[in-house]
C-alpha cells in the first residue's frame, strides 16, 4: 500500500483511551466478534486478530515499520534511537483508532524518522521486546511491516529527539538491541537476496 501520512494521528476517536486501542469492553466485543466470525470495522480488524491469535492483550500490541532501501551495496536498513536509552531500534508505536497496523506503522515511521515510502500489504514477522515504564515493565508483541523508503522529510515530529542512521543489513543486526528484531532483520535480509 503506498501510503503518506499527512494527517495528525493525534485526535482521539470517541471512546477511545490514548493508545487509540478501545476500552476493555470495547476491545472483548471486538475479540468475541471475531471468534464468533463476525466482522468488525477494517481497523479493528487487524488488532483484535492478533491479539486473540496469541492471546495478548491490545495495549501491549504495538505495529513497526521496518525501513529499507536498495542501495549500489546491496540491502540498506535504516535504525532509529530509542528517546530515552539512545538503543538501535525500529520506527513502532501503539495500535491507532481509525487505522490499520500498516498504516499505523506508516504514521510512526513518518513521526519518528521521516520516512515516507510504500508500505507491505501484509506483516513481515514480529518481535517481542520489554517496554520499560515508569513503575513497571511490559512485554510487548511488535508486528511489522516492511517500508521501501522514497524519501526522508527535511523535518519531522521526533527528528530533535531521535537520530536516524543507515545500515547494511549485516550492520543492522548486529547494532539492534533486541535479539527477535535482529533474527526479523536476518530473515528479511536473506529473501531480500533470493
Not at 466478534?33 to 492471546?55: I, M, R, V, Y
Not at 536498513?77 to 531500534?89: A, E, F, G, H, N
Not at 535482529?182 to 531480500?192: D, T, V, W
Amino acid at each position: 500500500m503506498a501510503f503518506s501520512a499527512q494527517k495528525s494521528p493525534s485526535k482521539k476517536a470517541k471512546g477511545s483511551n490514548a493508545r487509540g486501542a478501545g476500552s476493555k469492553s470495547t476491545e472483548k466485543r471486538t475479540k468475541a466478534k471475531f471468534a464468533a466470525g463476525e466482522t468488525t470495522t477494517a481497523a479493528a480488524a487487524p488488532a483484535a486478530l492478533l491479539a486473540a491469535a496469541d492471546g495478548i492483550d491490545l495495549e501491549r500490541l504495538q505495529f513497526g515499520a521496518l525501513p529499507w532501501r536498495r542501495a549500489e551495496a546491496g540491502l540498506e536498513i535504516m535504525l532509529v534511537s530509542s528517546r530515552d536509552t539512545k538503543r538501535w531500534i525500529i520506527p513502532k508505536g501503539w495500535p491507532m483508532a481509525g487505522r490499520s497496523g500498516g498504516a499505523a506503522a506508516a504514521i510512526e515511521a513518518l513521526e519518528e524518522a521521516g520516512l515516507l515510502g510504500v508500505m507491505s500489504d501484509e506483516p513481515i514477522g514480529h518481535f517481542h521486546y520489554v517496554k520499560r515504564l515508569t513503575r513497571r515493565s511490559d512485554c510487548c508483541r511488535v508486528v511489522v511491516f516492511a517500508l521501501r523508503v522514497v524519501r526522508q522529510r527535511a523535518h519531522w515530529p521526533e527528528k530533535h529527539e531521535r537520530v536516524t542512521q543507515w545500515f547494511s543489513a549485516g550492520e543492522a543486526i548486529a547494532n539492534v538491541s533486541d535479539p527477535e528484531l535482529a533474527q526479523l532483520i536476518e530473515s528479511f535480509a536473506r529473501g531480500f537476496a533470493s
